[in-house]
């Protein structure tokens, strides 16, 4: 079953502007990472936020999280084209080994 | 360069046959798993494995088999008993800690015809 789910489903945005995304999910949670997929190619990891941290950084992301609403953001900074891509959230719950994924945000950034 | 392989990149099966998705890591990680995805969706667990001669269930494991005799190999055999088998199938495997990153392969599309 689907944990996350991701907001929107799609997003055009030009190069330079600022890309959001949200993830809600339902239960609590470890921790909550965050995964870009290029099409037709594999998930490359991104940033992971524990259930204890409120925002993280990574170079042009930020990844905040609000465990009382269930739900975690996603903000890539001045996007540029290689940044089109679907944008996977997904929870790992505590003392389990399984990783659930939501449906995905396909981001496309036009030049 | 250490990573995850997934062969073939490109599969083509007629009904009622059984294929095998390979599946190789050489980063030393004790747990793999095999994901499902179809367009426009999320990715769905179909078996995972957390160390050698050991594997559990996913969300979606009827129709597939896996085996687990070495920790670098994890493969996935999609047997004729699966419904619709046609998708693109991820590989991914992650160190000891269960609430780590995964590192994925670069998936395999499988095409019943």
């Known amino acids: 079953s689907q944990q996350g789910e991701e907001d929107p489903q799609a997003l055009s945005i030009q190069e330079g502007e600022n890309a959001t995304m949200n993830c809600s999910y339902k239960?609590?949670?470890?921790?909550l990472q965050w995964y870009r997929q290029n099409s037709g190619r594999g998930l490359v990891h991104l940033i992971l936020?524990?259930?204890?941290?409120r925002e993280k950084h990574s170079g042009r992301l930020r990844v905040t999280l609000d465990t009382s609403k269930k739900s975690s953001s996603l903000l890539i900074t001045a996007s540029r084209a290689a940044d089109t891509a679907s944008y996977f959230c997904a929870t790992a719950l505590s003392g389990d080994y399984k990783l659930s994924f939501g449906a995905g945000t396909t981001v496309t950034v036009r030049a | 360069d250490g990573g995850i392989t997934q062969s073939p990149k490109y599969l083509f099966r007629k009904e009622g046959q059984n294929v095998t998705l390979s599946c190789e890591q050489n980063?030393?990680?004790?747990?793999m798993y095999w994901y499902r995805q179809d367009p426009g969706q999320g990715l769905r667990l179909i078996y995972y494995?957390?160390?050698?001669?050991?594997?559990q269930k996913g969300d979606i494991a009827e129709g597939y088999s896996v085996s687990r005799e070495k920790k670098e190999s994890f493969p996935l055999t999609v047997t004729s008993a699966q419904k619709n088998p046609t998708a693109f199938y991820l590989c991914?495997?992650?160190?000891?800690?269960?609430?780590?990153?995964?590192?994925f392969g670069e998936g395999s599309r499988l095409t019943v015809l």
């Open positions: 494995s957390q160390i050698v001669n050991d594997f």
């Open positions: 980063l030393n990680h004790d747990a």
């Open positions: 991914a495997s992650r160190e000891g800690s269960h609430t780590g990153e995964l590192f």
């Open positions: 239960t609590s949670i470890n921790n």
């Open positions: 936020i524990r259930s204890n941290e």
